[in-house]
């Protein structure tokens, strides 16, 4: 079983489209995360909600909207796509805080 | 916010070689973790390691809090190994902070 799964895999869309990635773990954990990889591999946070509750929300245009519904899920929503934001965005999660982190496998987003 | 500095940037090795991956951080850290993405894009996270010494088969890791660094050992390379090493650092808020990597290419 994969303990953190993002859907899709790949997303291919228009420049002004709205699109959303899913995320799911089963491993328990109380804090999930969003993180943003760039056409040169760096790797940042986006968002980190802690029991539902938003706890980081970095400089993210808000045209990114995460949610939340329960502790194993967390959705990430994209208003007017830009070709900038063209990157693959990874899903994560921790049982706590700080701790050791786990990722998804990752969404590969495609603005034409 | 605090700095990550990964070196050496790209490394190049034959099978069975060994190698060294330095990360420098600019301040005092609270969690240190290694993670390998490798060439399908999967993140595989290696040690959770602010200070001490882990091993974990042929990987080791070693961070040295005090001075600011932490040490990824790759010993007998198999091509598997290949991919980008991650050092990711935190000593405030929330959220780790990334290096910028090092790409490992591991050649038969």
């Known amino acids: 079983d994969t303990a953190v799964s993002q859907t899709p895999k790949y997303l291919v869309t228009q420049m002004g489209n709205d699109k959303s990635i899913k995320c799911e773990q089963n491993?328990?954990?109380?804090?999930m995360y969003w993180y943003k990889q760039d056409s040169k591999k760096f790797l940042k946070i986006m968002f980190s909600?802690?029991?539902?509750?938003?706890?980081i929300n970095e400089t993210v245009p808000n045209r990114f909207s995460p949610k939340s519904p329960d502790k194993a899920h967390l959705n990430l929503h994209i208003n007017s796509l830009e070709l900038g934001d063209s990157a693959v965005y990874f899903c994560?999660?921790?049982?706590?805080?700080?701790?050791?982190?786990?990722f998804g496998s990752g969404t590969q987003l495609s603005v034409l | 916010g605090i700095q990550v500095e990964q070196s050496p940037p790209d490394l190049i090795l034959q099978e069975g070689a060994n190698s060294t991956l330095r990360c420098n951080f600019s301040?005092?850290?609270?969690?240190l973790q290694w993670f390998h993405q490798n060439p399908w894009g999967q993140l595989i996270n290696l040690f959770y390691?602010?200070?001490g010494t882990k091993q974990n088969g042929r990987l080791s890791a070693t961070t040295v809090a005090t001075e600011r660094y932490s040490l990824l050992y790759i010993s007998s390379s198999q091509t598997t190994d290949s991919g980008v090493y991650f050092c990711?650092?935190?000593?405030?808020?929330?959220?780790?902070?990334f290096g910028k990597g090092t790409s490992l290419l591991v050649t038969p």
């Open positions: 491993l328990g954990h109380d804090t």
């Open positions: 301040d005092s850290v609270n969690n």
């Open positions: 909600y802690n029991n539902k509750e938003l706890i």
């Open positions: 994560a999660s921790s049982a706590d805080l700080g701790e050791k982190l786990f």
């Open positions: 990711a650092v935190r000593n405030s808020g929330y959220a780790l902070n």
């Open positions: 390691i602010p200070s």
